[in-house]
């Protein structure tokens, strides 16, 4: 059952009236691209940054009703039923929506089923729709895992997000699908611009994988393309501990890689990069 809203720390729930949330949506092309380690690290990063006045508030919404795995990813158990939600239905409020969330930390909160055969298929569009909707006056920032498979609560949730992200991988396949995706998607939400792009597990040296982001630049038609650097080490540890990277590693390559993502999302100057080092550990000089 969910906990009561007394349950959960006042602190993460508490925002400015006068704002609502900025709500982001990632969805991966392929199954195992990284979408769950980097919405997870996306919202960790989030809620270490504020304004001056208070930090922000972030909850990482799980859209997977089947398989989702943001609460294991977190060491966490599942914050709702998809019957309880779907019973929402023409009710949600935010007092209920309070109901759903479980906290991580002080700014950063989720929710995430519990996975069922077809859940994915039997949630409830427009309930699901009216949780976000509540959540958005609760929060800063909404980061929505979305499931790669394409379902009605899918298009709906990625209709009402600000920002949608589709992830792939630097394979020509998972490109070319990733292409055809993407015109699909624009078409049929008739978005004002197409989805951003983000290349994961981009490794350092082209030569691992005979593709460089140029190749990628070419099938996808497009040079506006995120890239988020590979670090398998830092993310297995993550995975296993049940923590965002960022909480074990803050120095990991792959850190650094969302946190410059999440620099982009919200604005904010990227911090410039150290100076290469050599191969004999010595900076290079810039001349």
């Known amino acids: 059952m969910p906990l009561p809203p007394s ?24 199954g195992g691209c990284g979408v769950t380690s980097l919405v997870v690290q996306t919202a960790y990063e989030l809620s270490l940054l504020g304004n001056g006045l208070k930090q922000n508030t972030v909850c990482l919404v799980d859209l997977d009703f089947e398989r989702g795995d943001c609460a294991a990813y977190l ?73 790669a ?19 792939t991988e630097l394979r020509v396949p998972a490109l070319h699908r990733t292409r055809q ?47 988020i650097c590979n670090d398998e080490d830092a993310l297995r540890l993550a995975v296993n501990n049940g923590q965002p990277v960022g909480k074990i590693n803050p120095d990991a390559r792959y850190v650094k890689s969302v946190r410059a993502h999440v620099f982009r999302l919200t604005g904010r100057e990227i911090p410039a990069q150290a100076q290469p080092v050599s191969l004999f550990g010595r900076r290079q000089s810039r001349r």
């Open 7 to 30: 349950d959960i720390p006042t602190s993460t729930l508490e925002v400015l009236p006068e704002f609502q949330a900025q709500v982001f949506a990632y969805q991966g092309m392929i």
């Open 181 to 227: 995706h993407t015109e699909l998607v624009t078409e049929r939400l008739n978005l004002a611009s197409p989805p951003e792009i983000i290349i994961n597990k981009k490794e350092r040296r082209s030569m691992l994988s005979g593709l460089d982001i140029k190749d990628a630049q070419q099938v996808l038609e497009r040079i506006d393309i995120e890239q």
């Open 149 to 167: 498979f394409w379902r009605p609560v899918s298009e709906a949730c990625i209709g009402a997000a600000d920002k949608f992200f589709l992830m």
């Open 75 to 147: 060491d966490k158990p599942p914050s709702l039923m998809l019957e309880d939600i779907n019973a929402t239905l023409g009710r949600m409020d935010t007092d209920l929506a309070r109901t759903f969330v479980r906290p991580y930390s002080d700014t950063l909160s989720y929710v995430a089923p519990n996975g069922v055969l077809g859940g994915n298929d039997r949630i409830n569009p427009d309930a699901v729709l009216g949780l976000l909707d509540s959540l958005c006056d609760l929060f800063d920032f909404i980061i929505l895992d979305v499931p």
